[in-house]
Structure formats: structure tokens, C-alpha cells
């Protein structure tokens, strides 16, 4: 007999990336799996769904059920699930009931303020099976809320749906949640909205062209204070053996205090086992930053600040011309 389930998670649980997974498993047994999505989730774009991980799949809106012979498939998927209205968790029951089609719905169970979605809601009251998909707090407890942050503080006023990623909401333990308490400081990875921190970038990399080269194929990290971003990297996996930190930048009010320094640390170390060498590309002045973690002067891109940067590139009163290359190799 098929089951309506209701598996919920916190903000970061991987959620999105566990409905992908189920769609593919099915899909690799030789059924069919429909995935939605509320319409009114647009963050990924029209008719996808996205996982902080990277994991991306089409879907159909919840709202296109009516116009679709749901008989077809085997397994329906629904990502985004609190948005639901508490007529589609009906229609979705009946799908169960009717079809005996299941139906497995991912979502969160409560907003920033503690408070029910009312799709989680009748989702709570109606699935035959309920089962939590777990992540922690910063402080190691397990996360059982979700904090909407604005200006690296905590916020517990507002509209209930305001759509984000990793840059507006963060899971947090019930203690840390109530308290407003955010890490003192911690290092994430960003999938999804990496453009949002474009005017950091720029500050070290002054041409969006060329930063747009990088960022859809790079891994963004960031590091953050008391849930403020300070600083900000991208990695390029070049091949197999190499990787290139194509930019690293710190906000101008949070400079000369380490924390460029522990990104780069954190980089090295989690790149170690899978890349032989690590480069950069540097102008003078970065030179004895570098030096210090052990790169050394490898190569020099010709023409290449002359070739894809404005000629009002200054180095040291000089027009920027060749990108001095610098590397690390094993010792990562």
C-alpha cells in the first residue's frame, strides 16, 4: 500500500539533494519519478530544483497537477513542500489513497519565528510516515530551527516567506535560535547565489567578465563571523592534479586580522587530497602573503592583465601586463 511521506529538515540538511538522489534511484530501476515544486519557488529558476551541494533536476509545479495524468508514475516527489496550500496536501493524499502512487515531500517544518508552514502542517497531521532529516548547529547540537539573519544578527520579525539561501538563513539549535547566538566564526561552502557576493569579488578581481569565467565552475567558500561574510573564495578545479585559487578577498573593515589567513588554511587543507598543486595568481604586492603558506614563483602568463583587463590596471605606477603565477605543490 502506498504512503504519503514527510521527510523535514532544517535550513543545509541536504534535503533537495535527498529528493534528487530518491528521483535517480528510481529512474535507475526503470520507473518513472515526478518531481515538483511550488511555483512559488523560483531560486534556482523556472522549473528546477537546486541543492546547496550542487545537485540540480527539472520538475513541474504543484500547481500543473490537475492538467497531468499522475497514473503515469511510479513515485512523486515535492521539494519546497512547506509552501504548500492545504488543498495540494489533500490533493497529494489523494494521489496515495486513490492511485496508491506514494508520494514523498521534503520541506522544512517551521519558519524563523518557530511557527508551522501550512503545508507542513497538514503534512504533520496527514502523512502516514514523518521522519527527520537531520544537520547541526554550529556548536555541534543537532539544529532544529531556522534563523533568518540580516547584518550578522539574528531576526525575529518580518513576512513569513522571504525566499534565500545560505546568505539570509542559517539552522540553529533551540538555544542558540532563541538566544540569537550565530558562530563566532565558521567557513561554508556556497552553491546556490554565488552573484550575491560579486561586490566583494570585485574588490579584488575588478573585472565581472573575467570573475564570471570562474564562479559558475569554481567552489565558493566564505567565511563568516558572528553570521557576517568577511571573506570570500573561489577554487578552480583546473584538472585532476591542479587547482587554482582564482580569488581571495576580505572586506575592507575586517582586513589585517587573520582571517584571510584562515580561509587559505582551510583550503589547503581540504584540497590536499585531491590536488597535487595549488596556484595563484598574484600581483607584488600579494607576494609575500603567499610566501608565507610556502607558494613559489612557478610561471608567468604573458600579456594576460593586457588581454583581458582594461588598460588603466595599474601595478606599482605601471600598466599591468604578464600574471605571475605562483604554486604549491604537495606539501598542501
Known amino acids: 500500500m502506498a504512503k504519503l511521506y514527510f521527510r523535514y529538515g532544517a535550513m543545509g540538511s541536504s534535503k533537495t539533494a535527498n529528493a534528487i538522489m530518491v528521483q535517480y534511484n528510481y529512474h535507475e530501476r526503470g520507473q518513472n519519478a515526478l518531481m515538483l515544486k511550488p511555483r512559488l519557488d523560483n531560486r534556482d529558476g523556472e522549473k528546477i530544483v537546486g541543492s546547496r551541494s550542487g545537485l540540480s533536476a527539472p520538475c513541474s509545479y504543484v500547481e500543473e497537477m ?13 521539494d519546497e513542500a512547506q509552501f504548500l496550500k ?51 548547529c ?32 542559517v539552522a540553529l539549535c533551540r538555544k542558540h535560535w532563541a538566544t540569537g547566538e550565530l558562530a563566532p566564526l565558521e567557513i561554508r561552502k556556497i552553491s546556490a547565489g554565488k552573484k550575491a557576493y560579486l561586490p566583494l569579488l570585485l574588490e579584488a ?35 585532476s592534479a591542479v587547482c587554482e585559487l582564482c580569488n581571495i ?13 584562515k580561509l587559505i588554511m582551510h583550503l589547503m587543507k581540504l584540497y590536499q587530497p585531491r590536488c597535487a598543486r595549488m596556484e595563484v595568481g598574484t600581483d607584488f604586492s600579494m607576494v609575500p602573503f603567499y610566501e608565507k603558506f610556502g607558494f613559489r614563483k612557478s610561471y608567468i602568463r604573458e600579456n594576460f592583465f593586457r588581454d583581458n583587463y582594461d588598460l588603466s590596471l595599474i601595478e606599482e605606477d605601471i600598466p599591468a601586463c604578464d600574471m605571475n603565477m605562483y604554486v604549491l605543490d604537495k606539501a598542501l
Open 205 to 239: 578581481d575588478p573585472s565581472e567578465e573575467m570573475i564570471d569565467r570562474y564562479l559558475e565552475g569554481g567552489e565558493m567558500y566564505v567565511l563568516m563571523v558572528n553570521g557576517q561574510t568577511v571573506s570570500v573564495a573561489v577554487v578552480l578545479q583546473k584538472d
Open 66 to 78: 490537475d492538467d497531468m495524468d499522475l497514473s503515469l508514475y511510479d513515485c512523486i516527489i515535492v
Open 138 to 169: 554550529w556548536c555541534g547540537r543537532k539544529a532544529t530551527c531556522n534563523a533568518r539573519v540580516a547584518g550578522g544578527k539574528v531576526v525575529k520579525a518580518g513576512e513569513q516567506i522571504v525566499l534565500g539561501g545560505n546568505e539570509s538563513y
Open 249 to 261: 578577498v576580505t572586506d575592507k573593515n575586517h582586513r589585517c586580522k587573520g582571517y584571510a589567513r
Open 86 to 136: 492545504k488543498e495540494q496536501v489533500q490533493k497529494l493524499v489523494d494521489v496515495v489513497d486513490t492511485l496508491n502512487i506514494p508520494v514523498i515531500c521534503y520541506g522544512l517544518r517551521a519558519d524563523f519565528q518557530g511557527n508551522l508552514f501550512e503545508g507542513s502542517h497538514w503534512l504533520m497531521a496527514w502523512a502516514d510516515t514523518i521522519e527527520e532529516i537531520k544537520t547541526v
